[in-house]
């Protein structure tokens, strides 16, 4: 099993809708979940941080966290076009190392 | 967060040659990671450098091959040595916040091309 799994998508989405994306992974220690976004050609971007169960938002953005599960999730609503990037879930365990997903592509449509 | 930049930007090199690159940030950091991004691939850690010790390497990158220098607490170097194809990818190195939680953020990248 991977160690942090998302669907590569592409997940396509009309604008103005919610874009729903998934994240799971298998160590159970996992301590900090991240969300980047990396647009075609330029380096991630730290968009969001949770850390414990529940929900996180900010601004159109929310995080979701179930450590029970092992799933996180990051919604985004009332998609723009400039959303439109690859989302990279990034996990950290007890150390300082972040491992990474291999990213959805997601494309929000005009 | 912290300012990060990286030289070069991109480069082209021939095969059988090394690039230096060079990490640069705008504030005292203790830890610095170097990562590799190949082509419609996500990011995998080649190594983190801490100032004063020598690199941690992660499985599959060896320090004769990507030899890292950390000589301040603001800059690192990654040398990517005996270049063949197969290096061609984007480096990317990141800082910790220093957090509670470990955020990491990144430089802006070096493209590689390896002919």
């Known amino acids: 099993q991977k160690e942090v799994e998302q669907n590569s998508g592409p997940l396509s989405v009309p604008e103005g809708a919610i874009a729903s994306l998934n994240c799971t992974y298998s160590d159970r220690v996992s301590q900090s979940f991240f969300w980047y976004r990396q647009y075609s050609g330029k380096s991630p971007e730290l968009i969001m941080s949770?850390?414990?169960?529940g929900d996180k938002e900010d601004g159109r953005f929310t995080a979701q966290l179930n450590k029970a599960s092992q799933y996180v999730s990051l919604l985004i609503r009332d998609s723009q076009p400039s959303d439109s990037a690859t989302y990279l879930c990034a996990v950290n365990r007890s150390n300082y190392k972040l491992t990474f997903g291999k990213g959805t592509l997601l494309t929000v449509n005009p | 967060s912290a300012v990060i930049s990286q030289k070069p930007s991109r480069d082209i090199c021939q095969r059988g040659t090394s690039l230096t690159i060079q990490c640069q940030v705008d504030?005292?950091?203790?830890?610095m990671f170097w990562y590799r991004q190949q082509p419609g691939q996500s990011l995998t850690l080649i190594a983190t450098?801490?100032?004063?010790?020598?690199?941690?390497?992660e499985s599959g990158f060896v320090i004769d091959k990507f030899p890292i220098s950390r000589p301040n607490l603001t800059f690192s170097t990654l040398t990517v040595s005996n270049l063949s194809p197969e290096d061609s990818s984007i480096y990317l190195c990141s800082v910790d916040s220093g957090g509670a939680y470990n955020e990491q953020f990144f430089g802006p990248g070096t493209r590689l091309t390896v002919l």
């Open positions: 949770i850390y414990s169960n």
């Open positions: 504030s005292q950091v203790t830890m």
């Open positions: 450098a801490n100032q004063g010790s020598e690199a941690t390497y």
